[in-house]
């Protein structure tokens, strides 16, 4: 069955960096978009960074455009979000999602994803 795994969430200071890390398996990698989304407490998901099939197109959320970097690795199949320069309002759970790379509705959209892992907390401390 597919299964995306995330790691490297954690308490960090303002100001600070994490790497998000997503391993993918069970599914052709290359056939899927990759997405970062976020939750906040009493918030909805939203969408964060996505990335696609060839790592070639990266589209940012404008809270994180210039901070955040996505990127993948299609021989690992593995896709990353370098978040630098923290702020507390992201602290939210971060989630890595796939979309089917042929998919033309909003790539932004979390309804457009397939598969979704578990989540991993970024706390982001004043």
């Known amino acids: 069955q597919v299964q995306l795994v995330e790691s490297g969430g954690g308490l960090v200071q303002g100001g600070g960096s994490l790497r998000l890390s997503c391993a993918a398996s069970?599914?052709?990698?290359?056939?899927?978009?990759m997405g970062w989304f976020r939750q906040a407490p009493g918030k909805e998901r939203e969408f964060v960074a996505d990335?696609?099939?060839?790592?070639?197109?990266?589209n940012y959320a404008d809270s994180v455009k210039g901070r955040f970097t996505i990127s993948r690795d299609n021989a690992k199949n593995t896709v990353d979000l370098q978040m630098l320069s923290l702020k507390p309002e992201d602290t939210a759970v971060y989630y890595c999602?796939?979309?089917?790379?042929?998919?033309?509705?909003?790539?932004?959209?979390?309804?457009?994803?397939?598969?979704w892992g578990q989540g991993t907390q970024v706390t982001v401390s004043s």
């Open positions: 990335i696609s099939w060839s790592g070639g197109n990266t």
């Open positions: 999602a796939a979309r089917p790379s042929g998919d033309v509705r909003p790539r932004t959209k979390d309804y457009t994803y397939r598969y």
């Open positions: 069970g599914l052709t990698f290359t056939m899927y978009a």
